[in-house]
């Protein structure tokens, strides 16, 4: 709700600003999540960068003291104190006590990017070099032949108005929102990973090796994401493309999809 409310005034006061599903110039900020994996992603972050910033003053303020009270010209007479067990358990404890604080969030989320909750579709995707290809083995038509795909970039002197340079692809991936999708990731030559910052996913496409993860998107939307493994020359030119559409734009989408 505050995420709508806030994009919307964005929109308003900024109309060349929506929610950010692609990388920006000069971003240094995450981009607008879209999944509960990928709020959750943030939040740890928030939560983490509140313990960085407490350490860091904390340790700012006890490496000047101590340059202050060493300093020659202002104490030629410094304390002698080197040792001292009860400062000592201090240092050792607090820091671990911190460290099993932050263990909790970090591990619940780790576990609940683990999680796959009955997913209602499968799909399976491919790394090659260099592009990626989509199966959505769950729909046959009357051949007996699933909906199968290959998802190139668009070249720079092919591209409309509008479209992303280096992400947008010819055929996207399509899968409808607020539903458990099963994301089955391979590779059918060497490492690629597949990956879309606004989805919070960041898997390992592995030849011979099927790696799963799962994903429920909560609006609609077109999200961006590149490949993320140095796969060889053209690794920076398979990006790619997931349109987050209604359930019933979906089923409409499989239908003429299996009509081909
Ligand atoms: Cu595929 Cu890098």
């Not at 600003?17 to 900020?29: F, K, R, T």
């Not at 995707?125 to 260099?130: A, V």
């Not at 409309?160 to 991936?173: H, I, P, S, T």
Request: hydrophobic fraction near 45%; glycine fraction near 4%.
């Amino acid at each position: 709700m505050l995420l709508k409310l806030s994009s919307l005034l964005l929109i308003i006061f900024f109309p060349t600003l929506g929610l950010s599903d692609a990388a920006e110039n000069w971003q240094i900020g995450f981009q607008d999540p879209a999944t509960p994996i990928m709020e959750g992603i943030i939040n740890l972050h928030h939560d983490l960068m509140f313990f960085i910033c407490v350490i860091s003053v904390f340790v700012t303020w006890m490496l000047s003291r101590t340059l202050w009270h060493f300093n020659f010209e202002f104490n030629p007479n410094p304390s002698s104190l080197s040792h001292g067990t009860l400062i000592e358990i201090i240092w050792t404890v607090t820091p671990a006590f911190i460290l099993l604080i932050i263990a909790v969030p970090s591990f619940s989320l780790l576990y609940a990017m683990d999680e796959i909750i009955s997913p209602a579709i499968t799909i399976k995707t491919l790394g090659h070099q260099w592009y990626w290809s989509y199966e959505y083995s769950d729909y046959l038509n009357e051949d007996n032949e699933s909906i199968a795909f290959d998802s190139y970039m668009i070249p720079e002197e092919d591209l409309k108005n509008g479209q992303l340079r280096l992400l947008e692809v010819d055929n996207r991936m399509v899968i409808p929102i607020n539903t458990h999708v099963r994301l089955i990731v391979s590779a059918a030559d060497v490492l690629h990973s597949w990956a879309v910052p606004s989805l919070g996913i960041k898997c390992d496409a592995i030849p011979g090796r099927l790696n799963q993860t799962s994903l429920f998107i909560k609006r609609e939307g077109i999200y961006y994401g590149q490949c993320s493994e140095i796969c060889g020359i053209n690794h920076g030119f398979m990006p790619i493309v997931v349109e987050a559409v209604s359930l019933s734009n979906y089923i409409s989408w499989i239908s003429n999809k299996l009509n081909e």
